[in-house]
């Protein structure tokens, strides 16, 4: 599946987006795995209370699955206006 | 029913006159201009940076104006919003409503405003001499979506 990342959190993983294959069942299994692999994941996902989600470009939680799933996003709080 | 978002600028009066062209059922148009500012918290903004989730973008405002129009009787709407670097003065979004008469259009621009501000995927970095923040979500514009619900 696509992973993609934005803002600060595009900037802590150092790329905006990468294509990974993980047996992770939900978003937050995914966190988790990522958390584990490198610091820099680590650093990214240190307060996942700052950090949203989007599954298949809908707004998303922790525990949503990831069966099927083609994209997921990680971001800040959005932004505009 | 417009939804953009691109990197250029744009002209408001050709984009009202757009949206009621050819018709003449439309009573109200109200518009909100966003404008970049040249300064937060004391410190001066040399430019500001607007990153988007291209794809997710687009659907996020279609589903913000979709429940616009489902809530008021309105007879077009028109959302656009930049990205890219910006500098202070500029324009970065539009939105307008409208509808045979005014409190509707009114109700309506200011929801869209509220929605697009916490659940658009836009993000924005300032930069000032001391280098680049990205801006923090504002408890207020949290504040503001509640007044919606229920």
């Given at each position: 599946m696509d992973v993609l990342y934005f803002a600060w959190v595009r900037e802590r993983i150092g790329l905006p987006k990468e294509e990974l294959q993980t047996d992770a069942a939900t978003v937050g299994d995914l966190v988790e795995e990522l958390k584990a692999r490198e610091d820099r994941y680590a650093f990214a996902f240190?307060?996942?209370?700052a950090v949203r989600v989007a599954v298949d470009q809908e707004l998303s939680?922790?525990?949503?699955?990831?069966?099927?799933?083609r994209e997921v996003a990680f971001f800040p709080p959005m932004t505009g206006g | 029913m417009v939804v953009r978002v691109l990197e250029a600028d744009f002209d408001i009066g050709a984009e009202r006159t757009a949206l009621s062209a050819?018709?003449?059922?439309?009573g109200a148009v109200v518009s909100f201009t966003g404008l970049v500012r040249g300064e937060a918290g004391g410190a001066k903004i040399d430019d500001m940076t607007l990153e988007h989730y291209p794809g997710m973008t687009e659907r996020a405002l279609q589903d913000i104006e979709a429940q616009a129009l489902a809530r008021w009787d309105l007879q077009a709407t028109l959302i656009i919003h930049r990205y890219g670097r910006l500098r202070p003065g500029a324009q970065s979004v539009l939105v307008a409503a409208a509808s045979p008469h005014r409190g509707d259009a009114f109700a309506a621009a200011e929801f869209l405003m509220d929605y697009l501000k916490s659940r658009a995927p836009f993000w924005k970095k300032e930069r000032t001499p001391d280098g680049g923040t990205w801006v923090d979500a504002r408890d207020s514009d949290e504040a503001a979506l509640e007044r919606w619900s229920g």
């Open positions: 240190a307060d996942m209370r939680e922790l525990d949503t699955p990831l069966k099927g799933v | 050819g018709r003449t059922d439309i």
